[in-house]
């Protein structure tokens, strides 16, 4: 298996460098097989959302196809794939940001009884309960 960092995946989905961009292709569509993975970690798959959405200006149909991609692609491992494909789906039926979404699931999956946050918008879209003071 190979890890891969963000910059690469970056630079394979946008093309965006001659030099590093052939690299990435060749790796990723060349050097990657079935038995040789690539394996993307969750912070690589957070961070690349974010690289998209700020760097880029994606859409979130874009990144959403981007990581279902991944998700799906025999020569590529994504650690904890299982919450990824969660997190994909609440991203894509909400107004959640990824990293929410992820951050969420997580916390579901390991048997969190909820994710607190003082983020309003990650407690109204990607299911978080918001903390607040107590009442006395």
């Not at 040789?36 to 994606?58: D, H």
């Not at 959403?64 to 650690?79: D, N």
């Not at 994909?88 to 990293?99: D, I, Q, Y």
Request: charged share 25%; aromatic share 6%.
């Amino acid at each position: 298996m190979i890890g891969l960092d963000t910059n690469v995946l970056v630079r394979y989905l946008t093309q965006d460098d001659p030099r590093q961009s052939a690299l990435a292709t060749h790796l990723l569509e060349d050097t990657l097989t079935v038995e040789r993975q690539g394996f993307v970690s969750t912070v690589v798959l957070i961070e690349l959302v974010r690289v998209l959405e700020t760097g880029y200006r994606c859409r979130r149909v874009e990144i959403a196809g981007v990581i279902e991609r991944l998700l799906r692609a025999r020569t590529i491992a994504v650690e904890h794939a299982d919450v990824a494909w969660q997190a994909l789906r609440a991203f894509r039926t909400s107004k959640a940001e990824f990293a929410d979404c992820m951050i969420e699931r997580a916390g579901h999956a390991n048997g969190c009884e909820r994710t607190v946050t003082f983020d309003r918008a990650a407690a109204r879209t990607a299911g978080m309960q918001l903390l607040e003071p107590v009442p006395r």
